[in-house]
């Protein structure tokens, strides 16, 4: 088989900057060890997220020179609004600044306390918006998801055996929506299935309730389904995509992701009454209704990338080139979760650092080392994120290495594995962290720690 080759040429360059390993000591220090406290120029790699971080095309920025700026009606907000038409079906598509933004207003109509909001897992803004509007979140994910070497092809599908007993013991007048997110972040990027999604719709259905993707990866997720799911190879990625959008009664999407945008949100409705208060509430929080907290130009950034982001040959890269960096290090005899996910890799930090215990953050210990090593900035998703008082501890200690869209070549990536593998031949030296400083909600993002 031929090279997978990036489907791009590159016309602009940003320069990376190196630092010495004393360098990095000393901002990990002031940083309070906490990867989000550093400055990104100190960061030589920067895996932290692929959310806002990836490379817009010549016609993205064509769209931004194009972008209309009229406060109310400008002609990129309809050509954003038709292409999401056309993409997913629906006739309610509300412009947000983000993905939490579509969460928030979501969540303050259909929240509240005393409901419950199940999901195959959350993520950290989701759970922490269902949360804040004093509703409850539960996740669901299928038992294999729970194993890292559980190689299951649909890891984030939901278990809807679970989901009936869910419905059962707390009663469908509890649950205002149904959500999945595709692909499931928190449980390591893994896709979706077509036929899981119909189940939940047909569970769905028989109790009245409604059904919500979180769709932030919704091609990526359909590039899985057209490569795993049986009866769906010779169907195009865009009529996969449409299969999903049609199962759901709504969705909130981060364009941060698959819409390969530096900033923008969607909030997808059908039922005319929530479109109509959600609207209010976005002219209220965010914007008027043709602009949602954007500027034009975002808008038509966003059109532009979520058409590229369902070219095949662009997703069979980018889906193939993750799968390099899980597939080396996994030859290297490193611990990942597996199989490779669709935008990130996940190290399983349990088993690559054995010694630390879940309550001294394995997960921080590692993500901390990897930048110290070779100034690579990963993602604690674990007890760190996860944890604390209130909640449960997650079933896995995670560090994520998520990759930007369309920003590192492979050269970096052969950096990355060979990094990796180095740490992990000196594992057993690393320690354990206390926080020694923590917010109430979403603690990961500021709280500082102290090395044991
Ligand atoms: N849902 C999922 C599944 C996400 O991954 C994210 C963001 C959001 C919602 C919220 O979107 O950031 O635009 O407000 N995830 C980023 C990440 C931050 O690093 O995975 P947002």
């Known amino acids: 088989m031929k090279t997978i080759i990036e489907p791009f040429r590159i016309k602009s360059v940003e320069p990376l900057r190196m630092t010495t390993r004393d360098e990095r000591e000393a901002k990990l220090r002031e940083a309070g060890f906490n990867l989000f406290h550093l400055h990104s120029d100190d960061v030589l790699i920067d895996l932290l997220t692929d959310s806002g971080t990836g490379a817009m095309s010549s016609e993205q920025w064509a769209g931004i020179m194009r972008g209309d700026e009229s406060y109310a009606g400008s002609p990129s907000y309809y050509h954003f609004r038709d292409r999401m038409r056309e993409i997913t079906g629906f006739e309610g598509i509300l412009p947000t600044h983000q993905g939490r933004a579509s969460e928030r207003i979501l969540f303050e109509l259909i929240g509240g306390a005393g409901k419950v909001v199940p999901n195959n897992a959350h993520f950290d803004t989701t759970r922490a918006n269902v949360e804040h509007s004093g509703a409850r979140a539960i996740d669901l994910m299928i038992a294999e998801a729970k194993d890292p070497r559980n190689r299951h092809p649909f890891k984030g599908n939901m278990d809807v055996g679970a989901l009936e007993a ?6 469908a007048d509890r649950i205002p929506a149904v959500m999945c997110t595709v692909t499931n972040n928190s449980g390591g990027g893994q896709p979706v299935s077509l036929a899981n999604l119909r189940a ?3 569970v769905c259905d028989r109790h009245g309730l409604q059904f919500f993707l979180d769709a932030c990866r919704f091609a990526e997720n359909a590039w899985f389904v057209k490569q795993r799911e049986p009866g769906q190879g010779d169907r195009s990625v865009r009529a996969i995509v449409r299969d999903m959008f049609d199962l759901a009664d709504g969705a909130t999407i981060s364009a941060k992701k698959d819409g390969i945008v530096n900033i923008g949100g969607v909030l997808l409705l059908r039922d005319a009454d929530l479109l109509h208060r959600a609207s209010d509430v976005l002219i209220l929080t965010e914007g008027y209704v043709t602009y949602g907290g954007l500027a034009g130009r975002d808008l038509e950034a966003m059109a532009q990338g979520f058409e590229e982001v369902l070219h095949e040959d662009y997703l069979e890269y980018r889906i193939r080139s993750v799968q390099y960096l899980g597939d080396r290090l996994l030859a290297a005899g490193v611990p990942i979760l ?4 669709g935008h ?11 010694h630390i215990p879940v309550d001294e953050f394995p997960g921080q210990a590692l ?6 090593h070779a100034g690579i900035r990963s993602c604690e998703i674990g007890s760190v994120m996860f944890g604390g008082a209130g909640h449960d501890s997650p079933p896995m200690e995670l560090v994520r290495l998520a990759i930007p869209r369309r920003v590192y070549t492979q050269s970096h990536i052969d950096y990355v594995i060979e990094a990796i593998t180095e740490v992990h031949h000196g594992a057993t030296g690393l320690r354990g962290f206390r926080i020694v400083e923590a917010p109430q909600v979403l603690r990961h993002f500021t709280a500082r720690f102290a090395e044991l």
């Open 338 to 341: 597996e199989p490779p996910g």
């Open 367 to 372: 993500a901390v080392a990897l930048y110290r």
């Open 166 to 171: 869910l419905i059962e013991e707390v009663g």
């Open 200 to 202: 939940i719709r047909a």
């Open 344 to 354: 990130a890799i996940y190290l399983d930090a349990k088993a690559f650092c054995p």
